[in-house]
């Protein structure tokens, strides 16, 4: 079963400095709580337990956000303040961290590579914390996809509809419709022009993936901006054997935009924030 969870983490962030020139974008707060810990209650609640993060020079807060600080604990303990700290505590006593470097930047199928270590020889889970995704009337994305998993035991990309002028910054696949928002990927092209994009089927930052992409993303030369990209490894792998592209139910932010960004935080502020959630 799946168990492990990887979060690439190593990118600069550039689309939003300075507030990311020392500190992580994975610490960018929607409200009060950093992306990194919606990415990480997201995997929990889908019932994995162990973290792997592929962090980078200058993500060391990452590390300490997981982690106890003593010294506020013990400034807050027995005030009021403590319940702002129960959600991360419970993660830290509830699942296990993990952290590898990846020392280069060169693109997200080279992050996930680097997170073989960690992974081993098992299917897993991938998230970007910067694709927020929120589901408050049912299952989150990735529980989705688990379940979807236990039935087809293939490697799944989640996927959402966008505007044709938006393909150029996304993996866009085309398939089969085997079911109900499931499709069966026979085409996937990494951040196609509108006029060369195969549908406007995107595929969102929630994977499933089985450990034989590791070898396929080894194998893989760069390719769009000159980076190893998951999208091209996956394409071997529809080609060889299945993907799965699914579209979930949920809403999802892009908060590596400052647009996205600014409606993710309304968002929270309003349906979960202000309600105590
Ligand atoms: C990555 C993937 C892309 C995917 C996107 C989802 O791109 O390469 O296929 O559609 O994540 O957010 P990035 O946004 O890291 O450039």
Redesign the pocket.
């Known amino acids: 079963m799946i168990r492990k969870c990887l979060f690439p983490a190593a ?1 600069y962030g550039t689309r939003f400095l300075p507030a990311t020139k020392a500190m992580p974008k994975e610490m960018l707060p929607i409200v009060n709580k950093p992306l990194i810990q919606y990415a990480v209650e997201e995997a929990r609640d889908a019932g994995l337990q162990n973290m792997a993060i592929v962090t980078g020079r200058g993500k060391r807060a990452l590390e300490d956000h997981f982690d106890i600080s003593y010294e506020l604990e013990h400034q807050i303990r027995g005030t009021e303040k403590e319940k702002f700290l129960a959600s991360t505590r419970e993660l830290i006593e509830t699942c296990t961290f993990a952290y590898t470097r990846q020392v280069e930047m060169k ?2 199928g080279h992050a996930i590579l680097s997170g073989r270590p960690l992974i081993g020889d098992e299917p897993f889970a991938v998230v ?1 914390a ?2 927020l995704c929120l589901n408050l009337h049912g299952d989150g994305v990735l529980a989705q996809m688990i379940k979807l998993y236990k039935k087809f035991r293939c490697s799944i990309v989640a996927i959402q509809e966008v505007p044709r002028d938006q393909t150029h ?4 696949i085309a398939g089969d419709l085997i079911s109900e928002g499931i499709y069966r990927v026979n085409t996937m092209v ?2 196609p022009a509108p006029e060369d994009a195969p549908s406007n089927m ?4 929630r994977y499933i993936l089985t450990p034989d992409i590791f070898d396929l993303i080894a194998d893989t030369q760069p390719g769009k901006g000159g980076e190893i ?3 091209d490894a996956l394409m071997k792998q529809a080609k060889n054997g299945c993907v799965l592209a699914y579209k979930f139910d949920g809403l999802r932010f ?1 908060c ?1 935009s400052a647009e996205g960004y600014i409606d993710a935080t309304n968002f929270c502020y309003e349906q979960l924030y202000l309600k105590g959630l």
Not at 169 to 172: D, Q, S
Not at 202 to 205: D, E, M, Y
């Open positions: 990118g693109g997200l970007l910067d694709d910054k996304y993996g866009v990494e951040k995107a595929i969102i930052g990209q998951i999208t892009d590596g």
